[in-house]
């Protein structure tokens, strides 16, 4: 048998399965899932400078939200990975749903119109190379 408390195994063991790429996350943010996958299609995989690049461009709400986003997961990797930025890359990049607001719109003869006002969770996850 293991030697110790149960949480203590299981702190140990959560240990070796941790992931150290550098990342970052923003949650709740008032953006929906497939609009900001729009913008996270089009940086995935590109290094930090042109992805940079990429959203400074892109017109869409979006893109300013991910870009705060890149900025902080590569002060992440320089700071607490202490990784070079300029050999960095966005190795994954996703949304994830979140909650939806719900609303409602008065409509004719009395009756409502629901309104649902989407959330999404993003992650930007950086890699050298």
């Given at each position: 048998m293991?030697?110790?408390?149960?949480s203590q195994i299981k702190r140990e063991?959560?240990?070796?399965?941790?992931?150290?790429?550098p990342s970052a996350k923003l949650s709740y943010a008032r953006v929906s899932v497939q609009k900001a996958c729009f913008v996270l299609d089009a940086i995935r995989?590109?290094?930090?400078?042109?992805?940079?690049?990429?959203?400074?461009?892109n017109?869409?709400?979006?893109?300013?939200l991910i870009?705060?986003?890149?900025?902080?997961?590569?002060?992440n990797a320089e700071n607490n990975n202490g990784m070079n930025p300029e050999r960095?890359?966005?190795e994954e990049c996703y949304?994830?749903?979140?909650?939806?607001?719900?609303r409602i719109q008065p409509r004719a003869r009395g009756s409502a119109y629901r309104i649902e006002k989407r959330?999404?969770?993003?992650?930007?996850v950086l890699n050298e190379r």
């Amino acid at each position: 048998m293991a030697k110790g408390h149960r949480s203590q195994i299981k702190r140990e063991r959560n240990e070796n399965q941790r992931d150290t790429r550098p990342s970052a996350k923003l949650s709740y943010a008032r953006v929906s899932v497939q609009k900001a996958c729009f913008v996270l299609d089009a940086i995935r995989g590109k290094d930090v400078e042109t992805a940079l690049g990429i959203l400074a461009y892109n017109p869409r709400y979006a893109s300013t939200l991910i870009e705060k986003l890149l900025k902080s997961a590569i002060a992440n990797a320089e700071n607490n990975n202490g990784m070079n930025p300029e050999r960095l890359y966005i190795e994954e990049c996703y949304a994830n749903k979140g909650p939806t607001m719900k609303r409602i719109q008065p409509r004719a003869r009395g009756s409502a119109y629901r309104i649902e006002k989407r959330m999404s969770h993003i992650t930007i996850v950086l890699n050298e190379r």
